[in-house]
């Protein structure tokens, strides 16, 4: 086996312990560490391939947001048509769909609670969640390239370099 095989044989381990655990544990709660346990290589050897963390959520994530843009491109019969097509998706894709809408929800928050932190307390925050009672909705594909970001009850902004007009 060549290097470059055993570089592709490692990574293809890192990133099926990763999927595994972060169904198990969820992914804030799952460290480069952990992933290393798991797959019998050290810290330093899963981050050579995927550092920072959110680089192995956003490789997880890739197949589901191109199969999400395909989906979303298509044209189908009828309602019926799409529904089915919406379901088969969701069940092939429930892992990943799971740590998008659940997990990196909330590690966001704490990333941002964190540099708020770092930044001392002379550092005003911006989230919406400490400027009263709006709320915020979040969602991404492609690793982060494209997201709807709510804050309060209509303001909601839909980016996607792929489909530029998107609107919900």
């Not at 999400?68 to 048509?81: C, H, S």
């Not at 998706?89 to 997990?103: G, Q």
């Not at 991404?140 to 804050?151: F, I, K, L, T, V």
Request: hydrophobic share 35%.
């Amino acid at each position: 086996m060549t290097t470059l095989e055993q570089g592709h044989d490692t990574r293809t381990r890192i990133l099926a312990a990763a999927r595994k655990l972060f169904a198990e544990r969820g992914y804030a709660a799952t460290s480069l560490a952990d992933i290393a346990a798991a797959v019998g290589l050290t810290k330093t050897a899963v981050a050579y391939h995927f550092h920072p963390k959110d680089r192995l959520a956003a490789e997880l994530i890739a197949p589901c947001a191109d199969d999400m843009l395909d989906l979303l491109g298509a044209q189908f019969p009828d309602r019926a048509a799409f529904v089915t097509a919406l379901v088969e998706f969701t069940v092939r894709h429930r892992a990943v769909t799971r740590l998008v809408m659940e997990d990196l929800g909330g590690a966001d928050e704490a990333l941002q609670d964190r540099q708020a932190r770092r930044s001392g307390p002379s550092a005003t925050r911006s989230s919406p969640s400490s400027s009263g009672p709006s709320r915020r909705r979040r969602t991404g594909c492609a690793g982060g390239r494209c997201s709807a970001r709510s804050s309060g009850a209509s303001s909601t902004r839909w980016t996607c370099p792929r489909r530029p007009s998107a609107t919900p």
